[in-house]
Nanobody
Framework: QVQVVESGGGLVQAGGPLRLSCAASVRTFRYYVMGWFRQTPGKERKFVASISWMGGSTYYAESVEGRFTISRVNANNTIYLEMNSLTPEDTAVYYC?????????????????WGQGTQVTVSS
């Protein structure tokens, strides 16, 4: 059973940075595609970014491209989401997810293991 736990959420002013972390409790972490998603009340969970199992490929939603950076440190079973130039529209609960498939990309249905989420609130 894969467990993922997010951390690093909080309140930040518009224009500021924030870094989220996600730790996974699985020995074969390096083989998992990992992703970040976010959700606001009443809305569907949306793709933010994903990273391949070796970290060689990263993908971003258009809304965060150029502002967010996803990375991973397999030795620590951890991925990160560096968020810059935050706007109030980035306010959401952010979820980390792990995919059993090598071909997971941007659909939430491709991910099998989810964390509880961490709240990010950007004030204007």
């Amino acid at each position: 059973q894969v467990q993922v736990v997010e951390s690093g959420g909080g309140l930040v002013q518009a224009g500021g940075p924030l870094r989220l972390s996600c730790a996974a409790s699985v020995r074969t972490f390096r083989y998992y595609v990992m992703g970040w998603f976010r959700q606001t009340p009443g809305k569907e969970r949306k793709f933010v970014a994903s990273i391949s199992w070796m970290g060689g490929s990263t993908y971003y939603a258009e809304s965060v491209e150029g502002r967010f950076t996803i990375s991973r440190v397999n030795a620590n079973n951890t991925i990160y989401l560096e968020m810059n130039s935050l706007t109030p529209e980035d306010t959401a609960v952010y979820y980390c997810a792990a995919a059993d498939s090598d071909y997971a990309f941007s659909s939430r249905y491709e991910y099998d293991h989810w964390g509880q989420g961490t709240q990010v609130t950007v004030s204007s």
